[in-house]
């Protein structure tokens, strides 16, 4: 069996982090920037794993190799769990600073304590047989009223995490690694991770 993973993502931000989070299992890590002819793939399911399903699937056919894509998104509690799935186009393609600037305006005047969210990501391991790994991780924070920190990507900035008195974009890769909802999902992913490598 090879000893590559490809990572079906575009997301630069995610990709480092993966690099940082699999270090540990000397696996070859690909990403969609390797594959320049593979077409975004759309996200038209109605939950993460749909999502996620959809990215690993679709890129596990057409490279022949095992893949992991993450789905994830911020789930505001005053907004009724928005932007949720729809976090990467809330303002506009893939535009950060718009996606925070949409969902400050949307949270002008809500108190502190009402200002509650959690990121959620959702894992999806597919090998091109279509065996399939599924995880989930969570980290809750509160909005802040702006964007405070300079690492990160998405919405960091104005993710506040109580418990260490940080934003996520305050903190350095590992730090955020250890909390995060995509720390916590890929600690859980890598935990089954041999198991599943090992089977056909
Ligand atoms: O740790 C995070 N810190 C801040 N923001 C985050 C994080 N994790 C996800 N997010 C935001 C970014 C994007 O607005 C959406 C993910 O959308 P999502 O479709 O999963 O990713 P994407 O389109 O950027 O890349 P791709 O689909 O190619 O993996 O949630
Ligand atoms: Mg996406």
């Known amino acids: 069996m090879t000893n590559e993973l490809v990572i079906a993502t575009k997301n630069e931000g995610k990709a480092r982090e993966f690099r940082e989070l699999l270090a540990p299992k000397g696996i070859t890590i690909k990403t969609l920037a390797d594959f320049p002819e593979i077409p975004q793939v759309a996200e038209t399911g109605q939950t993460f794993e749909e999502n996620a399903t959809l990215k690993a699937t679709a890129v596990a056919q057409l ?22 799935i729809y976090s990467a186009r809330y303002a506009g393609n893939h535009d950060d600073r718009r996606n925070m600037a949409k969902l400050l305006r949307k949270l002008d005047g809500v108190p502190k304590d009402q200002r509650t969210a959690h990121f959620q990501t959702t894992l999806v391991l597919v090998k091109p047989t279509g065996k399939k790994m599924v995880t989930n991780g969570y980290v809750k924070g509160l909005i802040l009223t702006e964007p405070r920190g300079e690492n990160g990507f998405g919405y960091d900035p104005v993710f506040f995490v109580p418990a260490y008195h940080q934003t996520l974009a305050e903190m350095t890769e590992k730090q955020k690694n250890a909390i995060s909802h995509r720390g916590h999902a890929a600690q859980q992913m890598l935990e089954n991770f041999d198991e599943w490598w090992d089977q056909a």
Do not use: I
């Not at 190799?65 to 949720?84: F, Y």
């Open 63 to 84: 490279t022949s190799l095992p893949v992991l894509a993450d789905d994830s998104g911020l789930v505001v509690d005053a907004l009724d769990g928005q932007p949720g």
